[in-house]
């Protein structure tokens, strides 16, 4: 059984008034085989997280561990990251012009598992990504992202997540800019991941729609740097209906 164990984590942030604390010590364990869903206000942390634990440079963790089946991960350069098994869907994809979807991928893949696929069977395996995603087979030779609509980047990102396998997958605000036939599409790019043997995945958003979807195990709420509470997908459907409120007046601590 893989976990990944979050203890903890501190992380702060350079500002021009000097460094700011955002994560005042987030504690929480995902086993592969579970689903996790991060909501919260804006500022509270949620994106923080996901980009701390990928390896981001412009965060600084202050305190704490991220660990990937007993391994440090905060030990590890972002390359060796990703090999030990985690994966980071952006919220925000970047454009990389000049550097092909499959060239990109087959790079990639080849980092991960020490040898290149097969030509062949890659090429294959590819479309079939694509085509789930509802991407036209050609994207695998326009340039990464480059031109792609809001859309058609977080399902490309989903591609990616279909082709590469990680243990962990950090989903951060896949849905953001969908609309309701991408968010279906999306969606059960994420589900087909999830229900793979030895899979886990920590999905960050901000509405509970994909929930509707994508069914968590465990919801925790982010607020002010902390998980101010942690329950089952019910939790998902009082914030639908009462918002944030309790937890941001001190109700909850």
Do not use: C
């Amino acid at each position: 059984m893989s976990t990944l164990e979050i203890k903890n984590l501190q992380v702060s942030v350079d500002t021009e008034d000097g460094a700011k604390e955002i994560l005042k010590g987030v504690t929480l364990t995902i086993k592969d085989g579970e689903t996790h869903a991060i909501m919260g206000p804006n500022g509270s942390g949620k994106s923080t997280t996901a980009y701390s634990i990928a390896g981001h440079p412009k965060y600084t963790v202050t305190g704490g561990e991220v660990l990937l089946d007993g391994e440090n991960v905060l030990e590890m350069s972002v390359d060796e990251r990703a090999r030990a098994g985690l994966f980071l869907a952006m919220q925000y994809p970047v454009e990389v012009p000049g550097v092909s979807m499959s060239n990109f991928l087959r790079t990639a893949k080849t980092a991960l598992d020490g040898e290149a696929p097969k030509l062949r069977t890659w090429v294959k395996d590819v479309n079939g990504a694509l085509d789930r995603m509802k991407l036209d087979t050609q994207f695998s030779s326009r340039s990464v992202n480059e031109g792609f609509s809001g859309g058609e980047k977080k399902r490309a990102e989903i591609a990616q997540l279909d082709l590469l396998d990680p243990k962990f997958a950090i989903l951060d605000e896949i849905d953001s800019g969908l609309d309701i036939d991408a968010l279906k599409v999306v969606s059960g790019g994420i589900n087909d991941y999830a229900a793979r043997e030895g899979k886990g995945l920590l999905l960050i958003t901000h509405y509970t729609r994909i929930l509707r979807y994508v069914k968590p195990d465990v919801v925790h709420v982010f607020v002010d740097g902390r998980i101010a509470e942690s329950g089952g997908p019910e939790l998902a459907d009082e914030l639908e209906a009462s918002g944030y409120e309790r937890f941001t007046t001190g109700a909850a601590v």
